[in-house]
């Protein structure tokens, strides 16, 4: 269900306690919004009319009551996003500290088209606060993007790297579209939501502004609900909320192939220990270099590629010495 009220009292009157899995809100910025536009030098003639902000005055209060509403409706395990510039930063920490919940990451967001300025550094990158609410497990989906075998061009890991608590995401440029002031990109929502909730659970917004967060999230085959103030955008955006089709996003997702470590987690035999130290030996005996045959082993024996270094590692000077000698005096005997 989507509201057109106060998120504050909005929330008091229609959450349930511990009833939402993900909350991701994007709160107004307390720099006057409403006079955005002429920063960001775009078209006003395509921006929903009517977006309310927070006086500065006002935050640091404004921030309490919503974060304290936020805690109390999120399940115990269940995750809150949320997204903030610079100037008012401390007073969501703040609100944050006043609460139970827990500070997993402080992720970066670098994003293009910042506020361009002549006598100081362009800004170009939010906040995004990410907790939990102790009490219960929270969904962490490792593997939302990438297995833990994946690699890069350069030999990186692909999942390591998705999940840095820098993202470089670009806004989405939409000429000609009607939208709202500080529409986030749904490449940074679909993160947040793949990451952190299963089908089916509960996603809030308690500012939905576009209703980007809820698009994306019926999208991917989730529930949505929240807030929004401002009745002009919110009259909008009830009806296009309305052509979004459940799950339509999902096909367009990357498939993630079974992750190939499938002895992780296992508990290590001797046997296997002595396998992998011999078989590094004649892979390296074959001019490999020590990466590449960890590699190879992460493959072949299911195990994490640092398992392997780990094994071979602690056992290099013997490799070395015994068994490359032993391939070495094989070789020439036979
Ligand atoms: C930064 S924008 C959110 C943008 C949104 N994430 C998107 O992608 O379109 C903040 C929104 O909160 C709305 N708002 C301000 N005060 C509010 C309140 N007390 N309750 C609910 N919505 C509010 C504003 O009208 C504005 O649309």
Redesign the pocket.
């Known amino acids: 269900m989507y509201y057109n009220e ?3 009292s909005g929330a008091q009157k229609h959450l349930k306690n511990d009833s939402i899995d993900l909350i991701i809100s ?4 307390g720099i006057k ?1 409403e006079k955005l536009d002429k920063h960001y030098n775009r078209d006003e003639n395509n921006v929903l009319e ?5 006086p500065a005055h006002e935050y640091s209060e404004f921030s309490m009551k919503w974060i304290t509403e936020a805690e109390r409706v999120l399940r115990p395990g269940g995750s809150i996003y949320i997204v903030s510039g610079y100037s008012h930063l401390r007073h969501i920490l703040n609100a944050l500290a006043n609460t139970k919940l827990e500070e997993k990451n402080h992720i970066i967001w670098k994003y293009n088209f910042g506020v361009y300025t002549q006598k100081k550094y362009i800004s170009s990158h939010y906040h995004i606060l990410y907790c939990t609410k102790p009490g219960g497990a929270p969904t962490f989906n490792t593997n939302a993007f990438y297995a833990d075998y994946e690699k890069c061009e350069n030999g990186g890991s692909l999942n390591y790297q998705d999940r840095e608590d820098v993202w470089i995401i670009n806004r989405e440029y939409k000429p000609g579209q009607v939208k ?5 990109p749904k490449s940074l929502l679909t993160k947040m939501i793949l990451y952190s909730s299963k089908p089916d659970d509960m996603v809030c ?6 209703f ?2 809820a698009k994306v999230a019926l999208a991917l085959n989730r529930n949505a609900c929240g ?4 009745k002009n ?1 919110f009259d909008y955006q009830i009806k296009e909320i309305e052509k979004i089709k459940s799950g339509e996003l999902l096909s367009q997702m990357r498939q993630v192939s079974d992750n190939k470590l499938f002895n992780k987690g296992k508990p290590l035999s001797n046997e296997e220990k002595q396998q992998i130290i011999s078989e590094f030996g004649l892979l390296r005996q074959k001019g490999l270099s020590q990466k590449s045959a960890c590699d190879k082993l992460s493959e072949n024996f299911g195990r994490g590629y640092w398992s392997i270094m780990k094994i071979v590692g602690n056992n290099n000077k013997y490799i070395e010495n015994n068994v490359l000698t032993l391939f070495d005096m094989k070789q020439k005997t036979d």
Do not use: H, R, W
């Open positions: 106060d998120c504050i994007d709160p107004p910025y919004g009517g977006y309310i902000d927070v709202n002031k500080n529409e986030l917004d308690f500012f939905l502004g576009s980007s967060t807030f929004e103030i401002n955008a």
